[in-house]
């Protein structure tokens, strides 16, 4: 164990609970650490629950394209805890992580902290002393109560589309989520809201009246208006551009590339010339967000006869895009393998995908809480047509020996959670740079 994953082990003990949503905790730490959160350079904050990621991508993609010099931080990790903290766009290199993270600590002096907190102010250490033209940060799973609203003048507030997730933190009702979510808004902050359906829009627009900020909203500032084979055309305020499609593939990516793109025309402080917007949106790259997986380990061992595709969806929203996106798998034997962490809902993921598959795989997750494979299974039976094909097996490399026992071709989707997907992406031998 190298010494970051020591220092990461040593913080997980801090706090009886892996997430206990507050702010006073982590503002006691801050205050210690001379505040270097209201030191940081201008940031970009974006919350919701799906595409929050990809949105954030997008933007860095885009900034970069620009050669401005951009700090960013999201979760969770896939590999390697580094992947959280980007300095000027490059992962924090260990040595630095490590001097943080233990001054951090050092400062904390033992007092109960969430992970998540402590190592939130680990980046907001870094990002005050690097500096930068602008940082993107991603909450956790919150908003209101979220580590990373300790911000308090943010260029601009990004809501990407609110469902329901993490209800046993944010509410049971769709409503009581929003209101989380929409806690990253600021007074008189510039806000952009991605699609949401009517429930959202509302609670979102009525904290946007409170506040007295400027709304940017999907379907009236901005719209997306055609998706052809190679572009998109997009509406922003009475302008019209046409812009490629996205590297990220889906409906949905689109989507996530259309809020960026309104993110960074709404901000009057950072020009971006439209070449560079081009350039950003045309090469962007997330790990896990379908992904194809066309040259590692797992390709060699199944061949060319088996396409294989990551994403780590997980909600009811992220089944309705991958129905949209396996759709065109005609004419092919299609094979889930799924894993899920403990407190998703199994069922609600599969009721609209599930029966498009010819088999079901389920998997453990290392080192992460997760709900048995044999639960799962009973669920399945009991709650779908029960001739669907179901099987447990312990590891990624079991469940291809079956793949490849039952069939000669086929494309396989590997989705359920993001702790799974860079499981299998640290076996696959594939990099995060």
């Given at each position: 164990m190298n010494k970051s994953n020591q220092i990461l082990r040593r913080l997980e003990l801090l706090h009886p609970k892996k997430i206990d949503l507050s702010l006073s905790r982590l503002k006691k730490l801050l205050k210690k650490l001379d505040n270097p959160h209201l030191k940081i350079s201008p940031t970009i904050h974006i919350a919701g629950t799906n595409g929050k990621g990809s949105v954030t991508s997008y933007l860095?993609?885009?900034y970069e394209a620009a050669n401005l010099k951009v700090h960013t931080y999201t979760s969770p990790h896939l590999i390697n805890f580094n992947e959280r903290i980007r300095i000027n766009s490059k992962l924090i290199e260990d040595q630095y992580l490590n001097s943080i993270l233990e001054e951090c600590e050092k400062r904390n002096k033992s007092e109960p902290i969430t992970f998540f907190e402590i190592t939130t102010a680990a980046a907001f250490l870094a990002f005050s002393r690097n500096k930068a033209d602008l940082v993107?940060?991603?909450?956790?799973l919150g908003?209101?109560?979220d580590a990373t609203n300790v911000i308090t003048n943010p260029l601009c507030c990004v809501l990407t589309p609110i469902s329901m997730d993490h209800m046993n933190f944010l509410g049971n009702k769709i409503e009581e989520i929003a209101f989380e979510k929409a806690g990253i808004i600021k007074k008189q902050s510039t806000v952009v809201l991605s699609k949401q359906n009517k429930v959202v829009r509302n609670i979102v627009k009525r904290g946007v009246l409170s506040k007295r900020c400027k709304l940017f909203e999907e379907g009236k500032a901005w719209a997306i208006k055609e998706i052809n084979k190679k572009s998109f055309a997009f509406k922003y305020l009475n302008s019209k551009y046409q812009y490629p499609l996205?590297?990220?593939?889906?409906k949905h990516q689109v989507e996530n590339a259309a809020t960026a793109i309104s993110t960074v025309k709404s901000i009057n402080q950072i020009k971006v010339n439209e070449s560079?917007?081009?350039y950003g949106i045309r090469n962007v790259f997330w790990p896990a967000r379908m992904q194809n997986l066309s040259d590692g380990r797992l390709k060699k061992k199944l061949g060319d006869r088996f396409d294989i595709w990551?994403?780590?969806g997980h909600n009811e929203d992220a089944a309705n895009m991958i129905s949209s996106f396996i759709k065109d798998w005609r004419n092919q034997d299609k094979i889930m393998i799924l894993a899920m962490t403990s407190g998703k809902n199994p069922t609600t993921f599969l009721k609209k995908i599930i029966n498009q598959f010819k088999l079901v795989i389920l998997l453990?997750?290392?080192?992460?809480?997760y709900i048995q494979p044999y639960e799962i299974k009973e669920s399945i039976r009991t709650k779908f047509d029960n001739r669907i094909k179901v099987e447990c097996r312990l590891n990624i490399n079991e469940a291809i020996d079956l793949i490849l026992e039952r069939y000669s071709s086929g494309r396989i989707l590997i989705c359920g959670s993001l702790y799974l997907a860079g499981q299998i992406l640290k076996e696959d031998g594939f990099k995060i740079k």
């Open positions: 860095r993609s885009i993107l940060m991603e909450t956790g908003g209101r109560f996205p590297f990220l593939k889906g560079f917007i081009n990551l994403d780590g453990p997750i290392e080192n992460h809480q």
